[in-house]
């Protein structure tokens, strides 16, 4: 069992930039897929980036290529999402999620994680 804080999050100008993070609590947190998640008002959730448990095969949504990078610190539990050049449309509530990582490639839809944050709230202004 593994649970998930998130913290970052917040309203940002289009452009700008933020970093979530993802603490996890528990113990074989190397042991674990780490995602990120978001849902935006009307619409259901969607993969933003996941990373595997050594950080070696990163993944990233087509529409985040060159902005998003995800990235983890194994030592202190915490992986964390480092969002560049922020548009409108990446408003939305942002989760994180982990799985057991027996991963043969990495996954990127929600049904496969079996923990998740509460979320945290993204809001780009134009």
């Known amino acids: 069992q593994v649970q998930l804080v998130q913290t970052g999050g917040g309203t940002v100008q289009a452009g700008g930039s933020l970093t979530l993070a993802c603490l996890a609590s528990g113990r074989l947190f190397d042991h674990y897929g780490m995602g990120w998640f978001r849902q935006a008002p009307g619409k259901e959730r969607e993969f933003v980036a996941a990373l595997n448990w050594n950080g070696r095969r990163p993944l990233v949504v087509d529409s985040g290529k060159g902005r998003f990078t995800i990235s983890r610190d194994n030592a202190v539990n915490t992986v964390y999402l480092q969002m560049n050049n922020l548009k409108p449309e990446d408003t939305a509530v942002y989760y994180c999620?982990?799985?057991?990582?027996?991963?043969?490639?990495?996954?990127?839809?929600?049904?496969?994680?079996?923990?998740w944050g509460l979320g945290t709230q993204v809001t780009v202004s134009s």
């Open positions: 999620a982990a799985d057991w990582d027996n991963w043969d490639s990495t996954p990127n839809t929600a049904p496969q994680y079996a923990f």
